[in-house]
């Protein structure tokens, strides 16, 4: 059987609902560091792939949710005050963040692995772990 990341079997613990695609890309282009709305929606825009990317008062919405469940929160770092606009929240990944789109990510890979399994995804289609992930093969 073919698995592209080695992802852990799920404990009763680590299982958990699915997050909302907004939800998911938003800590995915938190995943490399603090953004602020408009970088987010920029990075989701780039990676959209004919999925219609969000309006933004649906992207600030889910921000806002995110906060609130403590998986995203404002940045204490600003950019240099000539390159930037005082108006701008910046925001970044909070360590429960990061181990939400973590699992989250496990679980996607799991559910991709087993549509290469059914031969619905060519493996050769699939992108190669980086060099030196710890979680590759």
Do not use: C
């Not at 909302?20 to 890309?25: C, G």
């Amino acid at each position: 059987s073919v698995n592209i990341f080695s992802v852990k079997s799920a404990t009763m613990d680590d299982r958990h609902e699915p997050l909302p695609h907004l939800s998911f890309q938003i800590l995915l282009a938190l995943a490399d560091g603090d953004r602020h709305g408009y970088g987010i929606l920029k990075e989701i825009e780039e990676r959209a792939g004919g999925w219609v990317p969000p309006s933004t008062g649906a992207l600030y919405l889910a921000l806002q949710r995110l906060e609130q469940r403590g998986w995203v929160e404002e940045s204490p770092r600003r950019p240099d005050p000539a390159e930037d606009d005082a108006r701008r929240r910046y925001y970044r990944l909070t360590p429960e963040g990061r181990r939400v789109a973590e699992r989250e990510s496990e679980r996607l890979a799991a559910l991709v692995s087993a549509a290469v399994e059914k031969r619905l995804v060519p493996a050769a289609a699939l992108p190669h772990p980086p060099a030196g992930d710890d979680r590759g093969p």
